[in-house]
């Protein structure tokens, strides 16, 4: 067992940023920081605006929790300004940061280790209208068949994700998706039980934490239904048998490791009804509102969130000192 963390740290949640997920992080950081101080930390909740820098070099906090989802936060931009500056910071590094973010990457990447995917295809929207969008969207139901699932290749949260049962949905669901970034993914729907399996590593090695299943009210588990209190029951284990809970569990601790991620993730997955488990994406900074599925995976688990929280922070810490 690793020793108990130290708790009289300084430390910096970022936390807000300029993404489409602003709201989602401002209450992640609001979460964290309460119970990082509950457990004894001295805690500023700090934007990323034009004073970081300066707040960075200035007060120097012993360390940094990034509660930034979508963009900067998770496409290694902030992560690589910590690096520059050397303050220490919980989460994954820069450059693997980079790699889970960008969908397509990340998925040819989990194929690569082994693990299930859902097949897909990434277009930028230059194709469609260099090509032509009708006989772009005909080849894709053609290849991958209905229904599909349409998702910006970047972001989180279910922000510009959509299902499309026929092909008379799939334009103005294309439309909606690409108006949260320049390429879609369009991978095939996958009927099933979506669990999140969250990932922690506080030095004992990466451990999966129970799965959460998630039964929207209404079938999909969009940005409303994430985070609307009422619109989805959350179970937590998962309703899932000892052998296929067992592998759910695995291919998170894979995900993380073939993404070289540190610390923290949560892979979403759904299992379908031959028991098989998809691996849809992996987050590296997941939510931590009152709805969000890593700090009911850390209680089911029989933990406290401020203490694995506390040992994170220690461990970026002596990762510092140590070199």
Sequence with gaps: MTDPARTDLSVAVLAGGISHERDVSLRSGRRIASVLRDAGATVEEWDTDTSLLGRLTTARPDAVVVALHGGEGEN???????????????GTRARDCRRA???????????????D??????????????????????????????????????????????????????????????????????ERFVEGVEVAV????????????????VEPAHGVY???????AGLTRFHCPARLPDDVAARVAEAAVAAHRALGLRDLSRTDAVVDAEGRVQ????????GL????????AVTAAGRDLAEVFTRLVDRAVTRASTG
């Design 117 to 186: 995917t859902p097949e897909w295809v990434a277009l930028p929207q230059t194709t469609f209208r260099e090509l032509g969008a009708a006989g772009v969207l005909d080849a894709l139901v053609a290849r991958l068949g209905l229904p599909l699932m349409l998702k910006p290749d970047q972001g989180g949260s279910a922000l510009g994700a959509h299902v499309v049962r026929e092909a008379a949905e799939l334009p103005a669901a294309m439309v909606g998706t690409l108006a949260y970034g320049d390429t879609v993914l369009v």
């Design 222 to 228: 969009d940005y409303t239904a994430r985070y609307t």
């Design 76 to 90: 290694g931009a902030v992560q690589s300004v910590l690096e520059l500056v050397g303050v220490p910071y919980v």
């Design 101 to 115: 973010h960008d969908k397509p990457t990340a998925k040819t990447e989990l194929a690569g280790a082994g693990l």
């Design 198 to 213: 969250s990932v922690v590593d506080t030095g004992d090695g990466p451990e999966a934490l129970p799965a959460v299943e």
């Design 289 to 296: 509102t009152e709805n969000s599925l890593l700090p009911r």
């Design 279 to 286: 691996v849809l994406e992996v987050n590296v900074s997941p």
